[in-house]
C-alpha cells in the first residue's frame, strides 16, 4: 500500500514535471524582486499562481502527446503511455490545476499578470505544441513560453508592462530556451523523427547542430551581461560575479561540447546551461537586499 502511494505520486510528479514547473515558477519571482517593491501577497500569488498554471500545461502537454510518446524510447514509459496514470484521470488534473492557477492569479496579483499567465498556457499547449509536429524550429516561436513568465512577476510587483529592463530579461529567457532544447535533440534527434516529429538533425548533421547550439549557448550567455548594462544588476561586487559565472558558463560549454570530437558531454552541458540561469536569477533576487 505504502508503495504504491509513493509510486503513484511519483507519476503524478512526473506528469506534471514539476521540477521543470518549479522552475519556471522562480522566474516571475526574479521579475518580482527586480522591480524592487515586495508586498507579500503578491509575490507568492504570482508564484503559486504560476506553479499551478506551469502543472497543469505541463499535464495538457503530455495528454496531447502520449501518442507520440509511446513510440519514443525516452518517453515510452511516461504515465500516460505506460498506463500509470488515465486519460481521464489526467483531463480532470489538468482542469484543476489551470482553474485554480487563474483563480490564484486573480485574487492576488494583477488583470495584466493574469492575462499573462493565461496567454503563456495557451501560446504553450494551444500553439507550440502542435507546431513541433510541422517545424523542426517550433522551439523559436515556443520560446515565448519562457519570455513571459518574469513580466508576470514584474507586473504583479507594479512595473510597466514594456519596460526596457524586463523587455531585457525576458529577451535572457527568451534566448536561454533555444540551446536547452537543441541540446535535447542532439541526445534524443533520432527518437525525434522515429515518432513522425520533424528534427532539426534531419537537416544538420551532428557536427553543425552542435556548433549552432554553442553558438546559442555562448549568445545566452552575453544576453546575461545585458543585465548590468540596464543597471538591472548594479551593485559592484554582483557585476563581477555575473562575469565570473559567465566565463565559468563558457568554460564548461566548451568543454561540453567540444572535448571531445566524437561524444557530447549532455550532462555537463545541460548543468551548465541550468546551473546559469538559477544563478543569473538569485544575482537579481539578492540585488534588492543589497542597494
Known amino acids: 500500500m505504502k508503495n504504491h502511494f509513493f509510486a503513484r ?17 522562480l522566474s516571475p519571482v526574479a521579475g518580482y524582486f527586480m522591480f524592487g517593491q515586495i508586498k507579500g501577497g503578491s509575490l507568492f500569488g504570482v508564484f503559486a499562481g504560476t506553479l499551478l498554471l506551469a502543472l497543469g500545461v505541463a499535464a495538457l502537454n503530455q495528454y496531447q502527446e502520449r501518442h507520440s510518446d509511446s513510440m519514443m524510447d525516452r ?6 503511455p505506460s498506463g500509470e496514470i488515465s486519460s481521464k ?18 485574487l492576488t496579483t494583477t488583470w495584466v499578470t493574469t492575462a499573462l499567465g493565461l496567454i503563456t498556457a495557451a501560446w504553450y499547449n494551444l500553439v507550440y505544441t502542435p507546431l513541433k509536429k510541422r517545424s523542426a524550429f517550433a522551439v523559436i516561436p ?20 514594456l519596460h526596457p529592463k524586463i523587455v531585457v530579461l525576458s529577451l535572457f529567457f527568451f534566448v536561454w530556451q533555444i540551446p536547452h532544447f537543441w541540446l535535447i535533440l542532439l541526445k534524443y534527434g533520432q527518437e525525434y523523427t522515429k515518432a513522425g516529429l520533424p528534427s532539426v538533425t534531419a537537416i544538420w548533421n551532428q557536427k553543425q547542430l552542435k ?9 545566452t550567455g552575453v544576453s546575461a551581461l545585458l ?23 563558457f568554460y564548461f560549454t566548451y568543454q561540453s561540447l567540444y572535448k571531445s570530437e566524437s561524444k557530447v558531454n ?8 541550468n546551473m546559469f540561469l538559477i544563478s543569473v536569477m538569485l544575482l537579481l533576487i539578492v540585488q534588492q537586499f543589497l542597494k
Open 9 to 25: 505520486t511519483g507519476s503524478w510528479l512526473e506528469l506534471t514535471k514539476f521540477k521543470l514547473s518549479f522552475a519556471v515558477a
Open 75 to 80: 518517453t515510452r514509459n511516461r504515465p500516460i
Open 89 to 106: 484521470e489526467t483531463r480532470w488534473a489538468v482542469i484543476i490545476l489551470l482553474v485554480l492557477g487563474t483563480m490564484v492569479l486573480g
Open 142 to 161: 515556443g520560446g515565448v513560453c519562457g519570455a513571459l513568465p518574469p513580466v508576470m512577476g514584474w507586473t504583479a510587483a507594479g512595473g510597466e508592462l
Open 211 to 219: 556548433g549552432i547550439t554553442f553558438i546559442w549557448m555562448l549568445t
Open 227 to 249: 543585465l548590468p548594462a540596464l543597471e538591472m544588476i548594479s551593485v559592484g561586487v554582483l557585476k563581477i560575479l555575473l562575469v565570473v559565472f559567465t566565463l565559468t558558463y
Open 266 to 273: 549532455f550532462r555537463m552541458a545541460f548543468i551548465a546551461i
